[in-house]
Every structure is written in structure tokens, then in C-alpha cells.
């Protein structure tokens, strides 16, 4: 039983937007995994864009042993992307609702 509850125990945290930019504040990467039309389109000032394709490919890499949170249109990919960084050592977030809830939130998006 304790196997199981491994196999299927979150490895990555999921934060609100609020606790994300503090998080950034503190020195976290803060990762966009979406394509790069929907970077061009908006996207958090402080971010780094790496598409999710590359995170999987080896994006642990890109962010070397600083913690991660992840981000993308409205929390999949990003949950996707942390929990592979989390399974490569980081310490990685996924941000709930994504660069939606980013933007209801006000925070600031540059093109």
C-alpha cells in the first residue's frame, strides 16, 4: 500500500497566483511552458519561457537548483511541467488557473 500511495502522492505543489509572485520574490524561477505565440501574446515580466516539450526533453537543466513555478494558460501543462521537475530534484509549483488567473489578478503581463 505504501507503494501506491507513492506512485500516485503529488510531487509538486500547486500555488495561487498570490503565492507564486512571492515565490518569484524569493528568488524561484518562474517558468512559462507554453508555445511561443502564446508567450508573444502576454506573459509575466520576470518569467523564462521554455515551452513544455523542452521541460521534458531535459528542462531541469534550464533551471538549474533554484525552486521552479511553473506556468502556463490555465494549469495543466504547468502541472505536467512541475511534476517532471519534481521528479528530476527540483523544487517545483504549479500555478492554479495559469496566465488567466494571472491576468483576472492584475498582476503585470508584457508582450
Known amino acids: 500500500m ?3 500511495s507513492k506512485l ?3 510531487s ?3 500555488v495561487d497566483v498570490h503565492e507564486a509572485r512571492a515565490l518569484v520574490e524569493r528568488g524561484a524561477v518562474l517558468l512559462d511552458v507554453r508555445s511561443g505565440a502564446e508567450w508573444e501574446s502576454g506573459h509575466a515580466p520576470e518569467a523564462t519561457h521554455l515551452p513544455l516539450h523542452e ?3 531535459g ?5 538549474g537548483d533554484r525552486p521552479v513555478v511553473a506556468i ?4 495543466g501543462r504547468s502541472a505536467t511541467a512541475a511534476r517532471v521537475l519534481a ?4 523544487e517545483a509549483y504549479s500555478v492554479r488557473g495559469g496566465m488567466d488567473a494571472w491576468r483576472r489578478a492584475g498582476l503585470d503581463v508584457t508582450a
Open 12 to 14: 509538486y505543489g500547486v
Open 72 to 75: 502556463c494558460r490555465s494549469g
Open 2 to 4: 505504501a507503494l501506491l
Open 59 to 63: 528542462g531541469r537543466d534550464a533551471v
Open 87 to 90: 521528479r528530476a530534484g527540483a
Open 8 to 10: 500516485f502522492r503529488k
Open 55 to 57: 521541460v521534458i526533453e
